[in-house]
């Protein structure tokens, strides 16, 4: 795991420590949880499986794309894999910068494209003992990650439904995303 994607449980301390700035008047913190329920079903937990080196370099790039796009003094965003119980933390934004209106923009930004763009998928595991992974969003690409060829070859085994590197993919109408 790295910097971005981890199997631990977050540390909002550690991340509010590490983005502490003099010089911004305002913070955001979005921490995204588990909850109990989901179209009518009662859940009890979540999975959470990524393609950690991909997944990480999408949130290293859309820090820097938050840091760019908006006014913003520091952005860091870190999303956890594994399975979660109920009120667990799975993913967490903070976003510092002078103003507040810029905060809370770039931060709803940045969960946002993170749905968008991170190839993390949510499997909820229900009371009833069934489990579904949830249907999300077809993944985008900037031009960079199109040209590099691993990413392609992960890309193609995935939506066949092989196996990479180890990684057992799931088809991609099997997948949801968090």
């Known amino acids: 795991m790295g910097r971005w994607v981890t199997d631990q449980p977050l540390n909002l301390s550690e991340l509010l420590a590490e983005t502490e700035d003099s010089g911004s008047g305002a913070l955001v913190v979005f921490v995204g949880t588990v909850r109990d329920r989901n179209d009518g079903k009662p859940v009890e937990a979540v999975t959470y499986e990524a393609h950690v080196p991909l997944a990480e ?20 965003i870190q999303h956890r894999v594994g399975t979660l119980q109920l009120g667990e933390p799975s993913v967490a934004i ?14 709803r930004y940045a969960i946002d ?31 960079d990650v199109s040209k590099n060829k691993k990413t392609i070859a992960a890309l193609k085994a995935f939506r066949r439904g092989r196996r990479l590197d180890g990684l057992s993919l799931r088809r991609r109408t099997e997948e949801g995303r968090s």
């Open 57 to 76: 370099r999408t949130l290293q790039e859309l820090e820097q794309e938050v840091l760019q796009r908006f006014d913003v003094r520091t952005c860091r």
């Open 94 to 107: 903070v976003v510092r910068t002078a103003h507040r209106a810029e905060a809370f923009e770039a931060a």
């Open 113 to 143: 494209e993170l749905k968008k763009r991170a190839p993390i998928w949510k499997e909820e595991r229900y009371a009833s003992g069934e489990s579904r992974y949830l249907e999300g969003v077809p993944l985008q690409f900037t031009r």
